[in-house]
């Protein structure tokens, strides 16, 4: 079903001005960055403005309900009080105090921010109040996106999405893409990564949605953006996707400006 509609991805002249994002708060608020602003949509049907003037590459929210978004090489953060700060990127560059093209953002629990730092290659940390980052990942990435640090498990997991070398990455090692399944080759890129309390990993490419166990080691279509029945227009535009609570599925769709949401089925054997 679609739940919110009417989101400008586009200017006057038909040109693509920023991308559809999505991320949910600890509410099951649905919080959307488009058309320079970032809204909130309450459970209840109301719609708060947050920010306006604002254009968000990449969003986090953390459990705090802070929001953490990104133009370019800079990282900012929302708190509830509707203050913004720039958390890093103060200039572009290589350098640790700074980044080139922020792609991917997570937020763990002890405050530390993890940066996609595409431009450069690689992922950034950034402990709490820290000035400068260290290198958390950079082993041959290559246009590296969407990332995830994994704390239900014993040990600290980060997944990163290395797109263009066509794979996922977990700790260095790939799991997930070319070289490793069959099914994958080098039409495989990878947008955006999940990982539920089960460890189980939910990825967004090109043509769909999958889900990855990593017990079986088997690869399972949740979704494919080719499918008139869901979508309005098939796009290979990178898909931001979120759940909520109850494990019901939220994804952007470029072609009609909309955020679609899928039930989950409780009778599911998967």
Same mark, same amino acid.
């Given at each position: 079903?679609?739940?919110?509609?009417?989101?400008?991805?586009?200017?006057? /002249?038909?040109?693509?001005? #920023?991308?559809?994002?999505?991320?949910?708060?600890? &509410?099951?608020?649905?919080?959307?960055? %488009?058309?320079?602003?970032? +809204?909130? $949509?309450?459970?209840?049907?109301?719609?708060?403005?947050?920010?306006?003037?604002?254009?968000?590459? !990449?969003?986090?929210?953390? +459990? *705090?309900?802070?929001?953490?978004?990104?133009?370019?090489?800079?990282?900012?953060?929302?708190?509830?009080?509707?203050?913004? %700060?720039?958390?890093?990127?103060?200039?572009?560059?290589?350098?640790?105090? &700074?980044?080139?093209?922020?792609? /991917?953002? $997570?937020?763990?629990?002890?405050?530390?921010?993890?940066?996609?730092?595409?431009? @450069?290659?690689?992922?950034?940390? $950034?402990?709490?109040?820290?000035?400068?980052?260290?290198?958390?990942?950079?082993?041959?990435? @290559?246009?590296?996106?969407?990332?995830?640090?994994?704390?239900?498990?014993?040990?600290?997991?980060?997944?990163?999405?290395?797109?263009?070398?066509?794979?996922?990455?977990?700790?260095?090692?790939?799991?997930?893409?070319?070289?490793?399944?069959?099914?994958?080759?080098?039409? *495989?890129? =990878? #947008? @955006?990564?999940?990982?539920?309390? #089960?460890?189980?990993?939910?990825? !967004?490419?090109?043509?769909?949605?999958?889900?990855?166990?990593?017990?079986?080691?088997?690869? &399972?279509?949740?979704?494919?953006?080719?499918? =008139?029945?869901? *979508?309005?227009?098939?796009?290979? #535009? =990178?898909?931001?996707?979120?759940?909520?609570?109850?494990?019901?599925?939220?994804?952007?769709?470029?072609? %009609?400006?909309?955020?679609?949401?899928?039930? *989950?089925?409780? @009778?599911?054997?998967?």
């Amino acid at each position: 079903m679609t739940i919110v509609d009417n989101l400008g991805i586009l200017d006057d /002249g038909m040109h693509e001005m #920023h991308r559809l994002v999505i991320a949910m708060d600890t &509410q099951d608020n649905l919080i959307v960055a %488009s058309d320079f602003t970032i +809204r909130k $949509y309450f459970l209840n049907g109301t719609i708060e403005t947050l920010a306006s003037g604002v254009v968000a590459d !990449s969003m986090f929210i953390d +459990r *705090f309900d802070n929001i953490y978004y990104n133009f370019e090489y800079i990282l900012y953060k929302l708190d509830k009080n509707g203050e913004t %700060s720039i958390v890093a990127g103060l200039s572009p560059g290589s350098d640790l105090d &700074q980044l080139s093209d922020v792609s /991917g953002i $997570y937020v763990d629990k002890q405050g530390t921010v993890y940066i996609s730092d595409k431009g @450069n290659n690689r992922i950034v940390k $950034y402990p709490l109040n820290a000035i400068t980052g260290t290198i958390a990942a950079d082993d041959q990435l @290559n246009n590296p996106l969407g990332i995830f640090m994994d704390e239900n498990q014993n040990e600290r997991t980060l997944y990163v999405c290395d797109t263009n070398n066509h794979r996922i990455q977990r700790e260095g090692i790939s799991i997930i893409g070319k070289g490793v399944q069959s099914i994958f080759d080098d039409s *495989f890129n =990878p #947008h @955006n990564i999940f990982v539920d309390f #089960h460890g189980i990993v939910y990825v !967004s490419h090109a043509r769909g949605l999958f889900r990855w166990s990593p017990i079986q080691k088997r690869v &399972q279509v949740v979704l494919e953006w080719e499918c =008139p029945h869901f *979508f309005d227009e098939w796009t290979e #535009h =990178p898909v931001s996707f979120t759940f909520d609570s109850d494990w019901n599925l939220y994804v952007t769709d470029r072609g %009609s400006g909309s955020v679609k949401k899928f039930l *989950f089925d409780r @009778n599911s054997c998967e």
